[in-house]
């Protein structure tokens, strides 16, 4: 197994050698293993623990000349400014050093949250650096300089005194004297934590799929009843396209709520089903002709029914005007019930 947590070259070279074959075969002809310099840009991540932090140091005179030509523009010479972010420098006292919690953060009158108050790892304040600032140029600085100025801050803060050099070799006695370096928990939950009356249960919880897990998942959408007819009918605002329908939302919802209703939906609701009431109403002419005219039409012909159902499947225009009507794509028991229905005159016809 490679772990490139080890932080050594040598591990990342060994580890590319043997990605290389695997990639070649799994993505033949495509990209191409990432060099080890490549993924060194990438590791920067600097732990509670320090692993990950580069050698080096940085005085706080230093820091301080960086700071003023890269970071006071925006954070305040003191880095107390507002005006773009929050305060990274006050409301820390040399009782918080000693005790390594913040008392302001339980002080609901204190004006703020900085990020001396919140920060409870240095290796935080030093990665984040290291990434992110200066804002519009992250990772331009030196790793000298990001020692630097990560001291500078904490002189600022009152915990590190004016002639201090923070190094790779002293970052961990820095660590002991954070203000708020007792002030993270990982005992609460997600809010409100016990404290708000709340459960303290983890923000995930892959239990049901940790065992017992479903072998076969079944792909499918439908809509819950519960949704079903929530903005109105679907299938009368869905454009046509082809064979693409909206499901009838409106005749099920009433269906549930008939006790005792006829599972087979009526005509009536067939056509709202496949759309024809896009086009067609029962009583006037729309885009296409009412089914009243179209029933009156084909009244005294004894192949009604088998002509109307064919044409609805093949549509066609010329018989009612020059539009024509599209091929209709339905179920071959629901286009018969309708070409029945008009075969036969409209029984028990809705009115409009
Ligand atoms: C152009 C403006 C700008 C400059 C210059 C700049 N910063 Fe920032 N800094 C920001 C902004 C904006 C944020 C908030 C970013 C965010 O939360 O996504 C921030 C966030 C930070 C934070 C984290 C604060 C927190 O509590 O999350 C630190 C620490 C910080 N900057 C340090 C520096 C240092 C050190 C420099 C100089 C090397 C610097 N910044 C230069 C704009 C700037
Ligand atoms: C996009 C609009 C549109 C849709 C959707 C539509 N029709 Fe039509 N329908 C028409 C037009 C236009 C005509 C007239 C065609 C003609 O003159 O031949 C027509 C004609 C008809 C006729 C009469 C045919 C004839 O020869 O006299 C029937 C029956 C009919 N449609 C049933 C349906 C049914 C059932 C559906 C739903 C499955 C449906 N239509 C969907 C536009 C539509």
């Not at 932080?7 to 070649?24: F, K, N």
């Not at 703020?112 to 304040?125: Q, Y």
């Not at 909206?246 to 009526?266: L, M, R």
Request: charged share 20%.
């Amino acid at each position: 197994m490679c772990s490139f947590r080890k932080g050594l070259l040598a591990t990342m070279l060994a580890c590319a050698a043997i990605a290389v074959p695997a990639q070649a075969a799994d993505f033949a002809g495509i990209g191409r293993a990432a060099t080890p310099k490549e993924l060194a840009a990438w590791d920067i991540d600097v732990r509670p623990d320090f692993k990950g932090l580069p050698a080096g140091s940085g005085s706080v005179a230093k820091g301080q000349a960086v700071w003023e030509a890269k970071c006071a523009s925006c954070h305040g010479i003191f880095g107390d400014s507002n005006e773009v972010f929050n305060p990274l420098v006050g409301g820390t006292t040399p009782a918080d050093v000693k005790s390594g919690r913040v008392a302001r953060l339980n002080d609901p009158a204190y004006p703020g949250r900085t990020t001396l108050m919140k920060a409870s790892t240095v290796s935080t304040l030093w990665d984040y650096i290291n990434r992110a600032m200066p804002w519009a140029q992250p990772k331009t600085l030196t790793v000298e300089e990001v020692y630097g100025v990560t001291a500078f801050l904490l002189n600022l803060g009152g915990v590190l005194p004016d002639d201090f050099v923070l190094s790779d070799r002293n970052i961990a006695e820095v660590q002991k004297l954070m203000p708020n370096r007792h002030g993270m928990t990982t005992q609460h939950a997600l809010w409100p934590g016990k404290e708000f009356g709340g459960t303290a249960r983890p923000d995930v919880s892959g239990s049901s799929c940790m065992k017992n897990c479903d072998s076969e998942r079944k792909v499918a959408s439908s809509l819950p009843a519960h949704a079903r007819n929530a903005h109105g009918n679907l299938a009368e605002q869905n454009r046509l396209v082809g064979a693409q329908r909206g499901i009838q939302t409106a005749a099920v919802a009433a269906k549930g709520e008939t006790a005792g209703g006829s599972a087979q939906p009526s005509t009536v609701a067939l056509l709202q089903q496949h759309s024809c009431t896009a086009c067609h109403a029962v009583n006037g002419p729309l885009i296409g002709p009412s089914f009243k005219a179209v029933a009156d039409k084909y009244k005294g012909r004894a192949d009604a029914a088998a002509y109307l159902g064919e044409k609805i499947k093949t549509g066609g225009s010329g018989v009612w005007g020059a539009v024509p009507m599209p091929p209709q794509n339905l179920p071959e028991a629901d286009l018969k019930a309708i070409a029945h229905w008009l075969a036969k005159g409209l029984p028990n016809q809705a009115t409009n």
